[in-house]
């Protein structure tokens, strides 16, 4: 298994913005997740937080999720909670480009153009104080330090792109070769999570994971440790 920040990075990475809480109330939530791992979010004129110019205390939700055939089935709940800020202008187009992955509201490309207006919309981004998330079985608080120094897996977008694949395509090869693995017949086997250091599958509802012999590398290696639990070779 990843290191544990290192998971929690890599989870987020792939993460929009489901909740966010202003103070401990709830306020209008829109946005994803920067290179960086802080939430950055979309503010429309008239609401709360866009009148705000101090920090803010924030608390964004992060929902993270796998579509499995035509079901999503949550996978962690991550809560960042920290100090909301504005967005400085030079790297306002890379915090639109995060929210625009889940939510392409045309009000981006006016905060851009239109950046320190006081009546256009704000990017904002949350300043970490410290991550609580619950994944799984697992459950705990990372602090500003721990979250921040840690970066996502480096074969992450590889490795999202290639579990959609089997699961898509692949799923009787699998199935094969899960059951091949735990020496008794696997029924329903879908692919739950893939990272350089092995495998979670999730078979008949429970989870199982596989190491590989060695870590992953690169991308070839990644589908070549893969291809060798599918098929067997």
Sequence with gaps: M????ERIRTLAATAPVARLFLDGAPCPARGGVDG????VLLV?????????????????HLTVTRRLGAEDHPR??????GWAEPVPEPEARDAAVAVAAYDADEALFEALERHGHPDAPRL???????????TGQESGVLDADEYLDAAPDPLAETAE????????????QLAAGVSRQLGEEAREVWLWELDRLGVTVRVDGG??????????HSHACLETA?????CGC
């Design 2 to 5: 990843l290191p544990l920040p």
């Design 36 to 39: 960086h791992g802080r939430p």
């Design 207 to 216: 989870l199982v994971r596989f190491a590989w012999p060695s870590p992953a």
């Design 44 to 60: 429309h004129p008239g609401e709360e937080l866009h009148g705000l110019r101090g920090d803010a205390v924030v608390s964004a």
């Design 161 to 172: 792109r290639v579990l959609a694949h089997v699961n898509e395509a692949h799923r009787e």
């Design 226 to 230: 893969l291809r060798t639990l599918v």
């Design 124 to 134: 904002l981004r949350v300043d970490v104080g410290q991550v609580v998330y619950l």
């Design 76 to 81: 962690g709940i991550i809560e960042v909670q």
